[in-house]
């Protein structure tokens, strides 16, 4: 079981968390030290390749001057340590990558934990849908969690490396390069480890020019998120309703919205590839011109004679390593903006979590006693429009009501309201403690799996006999799909829709639930079976408390008592 500290917080005041509020929460959680452990071995052996590059960039200049002078002991020495050294340098790496993935994957697993914990929770899941607070919670959940905790590490990890890499490899510069002398008149001006501000100067302009060109690729990458997960989700509703898409003959028009979906997915990516070449093109064009700078910067100490041939080749390449690692942040200027929008959608997903844990109903609903009670209840469109006005309703333990009332009149609302899921209205509302408690709808949900786990659910397919499920089919009309409990299916798509309220009837039995709200959960049915459920209903579960959400007349000879809700008038 998770303790507070070991999620991800959400937001208390109301605004949207910045980065810091995302990445500390599992620093600090009981995975720290672990995370800490990695992150530590990570580190070492980034830096240890650093040290074997600068023990590399040694033995290089030797082996230029054992060379010239054709010492052959020395090169073989020479070119014997260079090989270990490349060994271990090249072993090492591997195992900083397999670290690297683990840690990644640590971290993952738990935001994500803590993100379906509270998406899950409220219920959020719900409330994000019903009031349209995000779009694609579920997809961030999945896609940006994992892109967001690999982009942190190999981002925090690399720019670690490079800060040691830029320090020692200045310390190394500063102490090759020497001074340049530059003479004025009578004076001469002396610029000490002139090739490092040289270095600097140029990797300098070129981040800020990178910057310059670059910073739209923050919004671009966002926005491209966007654009894919909206794509997914079209072909994922078409999926879901093929049927009914192929009834209505709606391929084509499918087609249309899924070609004019991609559109915003292909101008977004020619927006990216337009804008990311022009970064490209300017940071090798960049490159292109000032590569013979170090060579130049070196000659005049070569030409002085304050250096030896082996000397200039240290310079070089302590000049080209020092370059090519500050040219990480331009390089990882795109990885770093592809970051930023990661984290944001991460964090607009935080807020919208927070706003459907704060959000505050109108209509409040204790729980208490054995009986339902509605006072002064007024249910609203989430616009505020009034839907519809209940004084005063009372529903005793094993009553049985149907609920009756215009299209629209907000039949199912009520419901929804009783079961704690409408905020919108004004009253209160006291629902029956510590009952059990059923709400089936038109279209009940069937998870994908066994006949067994969706007659179960939410409980475990373990909470009831073979015989408890065989006597429930029976009773819900269902008995032919007795023989096929443990069978694997898609039921949603396998049954009819009268067999899928039939189902859904059959939970009712096999739950047995004190309290039973049906909304029209037998529209589907003809009337002798819909006579038949009913009939079984009131005889099985003789006490427990009903209410119907119906159209139909002859529903009402199976029930106490009729509420009639009227539409209300505007607010
Ligand atoms: N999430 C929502 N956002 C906006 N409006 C909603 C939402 N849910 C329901 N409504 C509106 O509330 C009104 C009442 O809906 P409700 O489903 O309660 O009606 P009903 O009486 O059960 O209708 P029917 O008999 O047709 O099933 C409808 O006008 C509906 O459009």
Known sequence: MKTQADNQQLPNDGNRPGIWQLIRPYWVSSERWL???????????????????????????????????????LISMTMLKTLGIGVVSTIMPLISVLAIEYLTLRWRTWMTKSFISHWTRHPAYYQLERDNLITNGDQRIAEDIKLFTDTTINLFTNIIYVVVNVTTFTIILWG???????????????????????????????LALTHWLGKVLIGVNMHRQTVEADFRFLGMQMRENAEQIAFFGGGDREGQRLVSRFGRVRDNTLLMMRKTFKLSLFQSMFAQVFSPLPMLLALPLLLSGKITMGGLTQITMAYGTLLSTLAFFQQAYQSFTNWVALANRLRDLLWALSKARDQLAGIS????????????LTLFRPDGVVLSHLPHWQVNAGERWV?????????????RACAGLWPYGEGSIIAPEGVRTLFLPQKSYIPVGTLKSALAYPLEPESFTDQQYRQALEDSCLAERADSLTESGRWQQVLSGGEQQRLAMARVFLHRPDFIFLDEATSALDPDTEYQLYQTLVEKLPDSTLISVAHRKSLEQFHHHILTLAPGQDK
């Open 35 to 73: 995370a800490f452990a990695l992150l530590g071995l990570i580190l070492t052996i980034n830096f240890t390749t650093t040290y074997a590059h600068v023990a590399l960039n040694k033995l290089h200049g030797g082996l230029t001057d054992a060379l010239v002078a054709l010492d052959w002991p």
């Open 176 to 206: 090759l390069s020497g001074a340049l002398s530059i003479p004025l008149g009578e004076r001469t001006l002396t610029i000490p480890g002139y090739m490092v501000f040289a270095v600097y100067l140029y990797s300098f302009a070129h």
């Open 365 to 376: 609903l204790t729980r208490q006693g054995t009986a339902l009670f509605c006072d002064g």
């Open 403 to 415: 609920v009756t009332g215009q299209s629209g009149s907000g039949k199912s609302t009520l419901l």
